[in-house]
């Protein structure tokens, strides 16, 4: 398996610009979860999906911040309009819940993000 | 409200010497409190977890001790070597709930 994968690496944009950034899961993994690192706050969990279903999303800082996950294989996390202060590494990470055992998290690479 | 307090937030060590983090947790319900290790560039990689019911789990030159009363716990780095070097978060999670990571310790290992 690739391992969970994320695009873009890095994005540079202005202030005021939409941001995607894309994740594809492990195969077979059933949740799914955005975190936010930055050396003030650490690991922030953003919002994580169960299932396609959004289940707790109480990290997202503000209306700016949306996510979505269509189908099992693909999630997205927008940020419109950006802001100099959302520049940060966004991870993507993911799971298999629901049975026995705990749930270790596989982390994608991370999008660097900088607004300028 | 920040349920998993790590520190410190940055550690030197000589190599050969013994590193230790510590994390504290509010929640009694955690069942699940893993260790992840990050190098630069990378992501978190899961390094060695423990549950409640044993109070020490020992993995190559890693260990974590689990203090249940205390709702403390730590990783011991055994012999650091310069290869250790990055940056180690703790968390803790309850069931299949979200897994709550503490702010992380940036260690560096002095060849």
């Known amino acids: 398996d690739a391992g969970v994968i994320q695009s873009p690496r890095h994005e540079v944009t202005e202030m005021g610009q939409e941001v995607t950034l894309r994740c594809k899961p492990i195969?077979?993994?059933?949740?799914l979860f955005w975190y936010r690192q930055t050396m003030m706050r650490g690991l922030e969990l953003l919002i994580y999906?169960?299932?396609?279903?959004?289940?707790?999303d109480s990290g997202m800082p503000e209306d700016r911040f949306s996510a979505k996950m269509p189908n099992a294989s693909f999630s997205t996390l927008k940020i419109q309009p950006s802001e100099p202060r959302d520049s940060a590494v966004y991870f993507c990470?993911?799971?298999?819940?629901?049975?026995?055992?705990?749930?270790?998290?596989?982390f994608g690479a991370g999008s660097r993000l900088t607004v300028l | 409200q920040q349920q998993v307090k790590q520190s410190p937030q940055s550690l030197i060590v000589q190599k050969g010497g013994i590193s230790i983090i510590n994390c504290a947790y509010e929640?009694?319900?955690?069942?699940?409190f893993p260790w992840y290790q990050q190098f630069p560039g990378k992501g978190p990689a899961l390094l060695i977890a423990?549950?409640?019911?044993?109070s020490e789990k020992k993995e190559g030159r890693f260990t974590i001790s689990f203090n249940k009363s205390a709702k403390q716990f730590s990783l011991h780095i055994m012999d650091s070597q310069p290869g250790d070097s990055a940056t180690y978060f703790c968390?803790?999670?309850?069931?299949?709930?979200?897994?709550?990571f503490g702010k992380g310790t940036r260690l560096h290992i002095l060849p």
């Open positions: 990470a993911s799971t298999k819940t629901g049975g026995a055992g705990a749930n270790v998290l596989t």
């Open positions: 195969s077979g993994h059933n949740s």
């Open positions: 999906f169960n299932n396609n279903v959004p289940i707790d």
């Open positions: 929640n009694t319900a955690f069942d699940y």
């Open positions: 423990i549950r409640p019911d044993v």
């Open positions: 968390a803790a999670s309850k069931g299949d709930d979200k897994i709550i």
